[in-house]
C-alpha cells in the first residue's frame, strides 16, 4: 500500500471520527415547552406557563425551606443553556447535586445562582455544603484541602450591567472535570477549579430552585444540555 493510499485512509478515519463526535455532542432539549415530563418537584411551585417552566410562592403558596424541581437524567461534564426571568426572591439550577429528601425536594450541591437583587446572580453557591464557593468576577483554585487563592477578573457591578432586571437573560453553565463557569448574556461570571478532594462532586442530579422567603416567580425557557 503507497503512503498516499495511507495517508488517504487515516484523513478519511479522523474526518469519520470528528463527525460521529460532534453528533454526539449535539445540545438536546430537556423541557418540552408544554408539560413538566421527565421532572418532579411540588406542584404547589412549579408548573407550565406559556412555554416556560414557572416557579413561584405566594401569600397562600408559602414553603419553610427551599424546594427544587428535579430533572430525571444526572449529569456529568456538560454544557447548560437556557434563559431566566426572575421577579423578586432568588433562585439557581443545582447541578451535580445529590438528592437529600426525596419527597420534600430537597437538594444539595453546585448551584449557578441568580436574583432579583444586584449582588448573587451568577455566582457559585453551594447548597447544603461550603455556602459561596465564587463570588461574580472570581476565578477561584481550591486545594486538595479546601484553601482557596483567589484572583478579581471583573467587578461585581461591571456583571450586574449586563444583566436584565425583570426581563429575560441567557445564562450558560459550562462543567468539565473540576473546571466550572458560569456565563450570563455572554459576560463569564465565575471561573473554578474545584480540587477539593472531599467536597468536589463529578456527577449528581440537575434540577432548578425556589428560595424560601417571600413570595416571588422564576421563568426558565429553552433549557439545552450537551455532554462534552
Not at 405566594?58 to 419553610?64: A, G, L, R, S
Not at 441568580?114 to 481550591?142: C, D, N, T
Not at 477578573?153 to 468539565?176: G, L, M, T
Request: proline share 1%; hydrophobic share 35%; aromatic share 8%.
Amino acid at each position: 500500500m503507497n503512503q498516499k493510499l495511507i495517508y488517504t485512509i487515516v484523513i478519511a478515519i479522523l474526518v469519520s471520527c470528528n463527525v460521529a463526535g460532534q453528533k454526539g455532542s449535539k445540545a438536546e432539549k430537556i423541557f418540552n415547552g408544554k408539560d413538566l415530563s421527565h421532572w418532579r418537584g411540588d406542584s404547589r411551585v412549579w408548573s407550565v406557563e406559556n412555554g416556560c417552566i414557572k416557579g413561584e410562592t405566594t401569600d397562600k403558596v408559602v414553603i419553610k425551606q427551599n424546594t427544587f424541581l428535579i430533572y430525571d437524567k444526572p449529569v456529568s461534564d456538560f454544557e447548560l443553556t437556557f434563559k431566566y426571568k426572575i421577579i423578586g426572591g432568588n433562585s439557581g439550577v443545582q447541578y451535580r447535586a445529590r438528592v437529600i429528601d426525596e419527597e420534600k425536594f430537597i437538594i444539595g450541591g453546585y448551584q449557578a445562582d441568580m436574583e432579583a437583587g444586584i449582588q448573587h446572580s451568577g455566582i457559585l453557591y453551594e447548597e447544603k455544603g461550603r455556602g459561596i464557593i465564587a463570588k461574580r468576577g472570581e476565578k477561584v483554585i481550591i486545594s486538595e484541602s479546601g484553601e482557596k487563592t483567589v484572583e478579581k477578573f471583573i467587578s461585581s457591578e461591571e456583571v450586574q450591567a449586563v444583566i436584565n432586571q425583570d426581563d429575560w437573560n441567557n445564562y450558560r453553565v459550562v462543567v468539565k472535570g473540576n473546571h466550572l463557569q458560569h456565563y450570563i448574556n455572554g459576560q463569564l461570571t465565575i471561573d473554578v477549579i474545584d480540587n477539593e478532594t472531599e467536597k468536589l462532586a463529578t456527577s449528581g442530579v440537575l434540577a432548578l430552585q425556589v428560595h424560601a422567603g417571600p413570595s416571588m416567580q422564576v421563568f426558565y425557557k429553552k433549557l439545552k444540555i450537551k455532554k462534552l
